[in-house]
């Protein structure tokens, strides 16, 4: 199978060169030049293959460039025992109509571990089938959960290095200080002062900056990304939207063929956009929950059809989601213009240039048709939370309180009593201080403590502590330096010796 770029200006690539080049030269996104197909026989099956099993069958169809037995091991590597578990999306049945299925039981406790412990496995695959014998530098900018998830699953990769840019005041204690203390010889962490947008857009900066790209390359060095912009990236998470599916019919929670909704909490919207592959792949799909938090920015997109980034970015309890440009919609609005290269790029010079475009009246009305849109704001988040527990006696983390609250609002409105998946997008313990408010547990606790938080949170519900959380609270911080956008270059620089002559 081969690749082909959102914006039309570069030649057809494997996928082995979309994984390694992350984004394309034309500045677009790789995508499949088509999709497979699966029978409902196929999907059901996925249910008697283990999670690893089911990962390797479903990357078969795409990376057409690797043999079946290196994606077997690829998997394999990757989701191991000792970094998942039993189970790295288990499907828990919470309401009457409404199942959780939990995407963080990974080594950093978020859904990005899902493909982010993969992608290095590919990526150096990629290296070996491209010819190359030149060093990845992996770039990240991060919200608070892709960039230890990255950190984590590059650290020590031979011929690699990992740096990764973060809003210094927008993530969680927990996030942070994951970061700070990642260890290994090949990772760098930069806080950045602005926020997330800021860091994406330097990160996409850099890689359209060809005179860097060429002095990076006479020190043996090429960049790629870690980012769901990298279709290595995105493409594993495809995985679990066919597997839960095929769960739930063996729970006896559906029907086989029954048509089912997914709630997503969405920012850069690459997990929602994985499940609309896997509806164009066959998924027997109703509709997707896109669920935003107060930066609606998506919200309002799919309700009008304007994409509008000229909008003040809200500091949340939810911050994996607060982006004002969601650079997975590319891909999107390439599929439902026929792979309409021209139409697509002139709606991202627009929005670089004025900061919104309107899509077409049928693209608009094709969007409406696919996704219900809602956004539920600081107090609704914190109040389900709350609701959650004391109903079910479940407890989820502020991005999952979101989608949950999401999907309350579609039942309302339409009147659907579909099954629903809610996914979980986070531990509840990377986000301690909020969980406990939204139980109205808080009282005292300093938000600067969060190991206290999480010491109150098993005693207020029982749910014991992950290792991975008492094992930071005395590691030492190695990384601590804080930059403006406009010299992430030449730190990257800095942190591979390049030298100063030649920057």
């Not at 109509?97 to 993969?118: C, M, N, S, Y």
């Not at 809602?374 to 109040?383: G, P």
């Not at 939204?438 to 938000?447: F, R, S, V, W, Y």
């Amino acid at each position: 199978m081969l690749f082909v770029s959102t914006r039309g200006q570069v030649g057809k690539v494997s996928s082995a060169h979309a994984i390694k080049e992350g984004l394309a030269g034309d500045g677009g996104l790789f995508v499949p030049q088509s999709f497979p197909s699966l029978s409902l026989e196929q999907i059901l099956s996925l249910n008697t293959l283990s999670y690893e099993q089911c990962a390797a069958t479903i990357l078969n169809y795409f990376l057409t460039d690797y043999s079946p037995a290196e994606l077997a091991e690829c998997a394999t590597a990757a989701y191991s025992p000792l970094k998942f578990g039993k189970n790295p999306a288990p499907l828990c049945k919470v309401g009457d109509r409404t199942d959780v299925l939990e995407l963080w039981h990974g080594p950093t406790l978020a859904f990005k571990d899902i493909a982010l412990q993969i992608l290095p496995h590919l990526m150096t695959k990629a290296q070996n089938k491209t010819g190359t014998d030149t060093k990845i530098v992996i770039l990240a900018a991060t919200s608070g959960d892709t960039g230890k998830a990255a950190l984590e699953g590059f650290a020590d990769v031979p011929g690699t290095e990992i740096i990764v840019f973060y809003p210094e005041d927008g993530v969680s204690p927990v996030q942070k200080l994951q970061m700070v203390t990642q260890q290994g010889g090949n990772t760098k962490v930069f806080g950045i002062h602005g926020n997330f947008d800021d860091a994406q857009r330097g990160v996409k900066e850099i890689f359209g900056d060809t005179g860097l790209a060429a002095e990076l390359k006479d020190f043996g060095w090429e960049f790629s990304s870690a980012n769901s912009i990298n279709w290595g990236r995105l493409v594993p998470q495809i995985t679990y939207y066919f597997k839960s599916y095929a769960d739930a019919v063996a729970n006896g929670r559906i029907e086989p063929g029954e048509k089912v909704i997914f709630a997503v909490p969405t920012g850069n919207f690459g997990d929602i956009l994985a499940g609309y592959y896997a509806k164009k792949m066959g998924l027997p799909v109703k509709r997707f929950i896109c669920a935003s938090n107060s930066n609606n920015v998506l919200t309002d997109f799919i309700n009008t059809g304007v994409y509008n980034k000229l909008r003040e970015l809200n500091k949340t309890v939810s911050p994996s989601m607060d982006i004002l440009v969601s650079s997975n919609l590319e891909r999107l609005l390439f599929d439902l213009t026929d792979n309409n290269s021209a139409q697509v790029a002139e709606w991202m010079t627009q929005l670089n240039t004025a900061g919104q475009y309107k899509v077409t009246s049928d693209v608009a009305e094709r969007v409406r048709d696919l996704f219900f849109a809602a956004w539920v704001d600081e107090m609704e988040t914190k109040e389900t939370i709350g609701r959650v527990y004391n109903d079910f006696e479940y407890v989820v983390d502020p991005h999952t309180a979101v989608a949950w609250r999401a999907a309350q609002k579609y039942r309302l409105l339409s009147s659907d009593d579909s099954y629903i998946i809610v996914l979980s997008t986070a531990s509840p313990y990377k986000f301690c201080q909020t969980v406990l408010e939204g139980l109205g547990k808080a009282e005292g606790l300093d938000e600067s403590q969060p190991f206290e938080a999480a010491r109150r949170l098993t005693e207020e519900t029982g749910l014991p502590i992950p290792h991975q959380i008492t094992e930071m609270e005395h590691k030492p911080v190695l990384h601590n330096e804080v930059i403006g956008t406009g010299e992430m270059a030449a730190n990257i620089k800095k942190t591979l010796e390049i030298p100063v002559e030649n920057s």
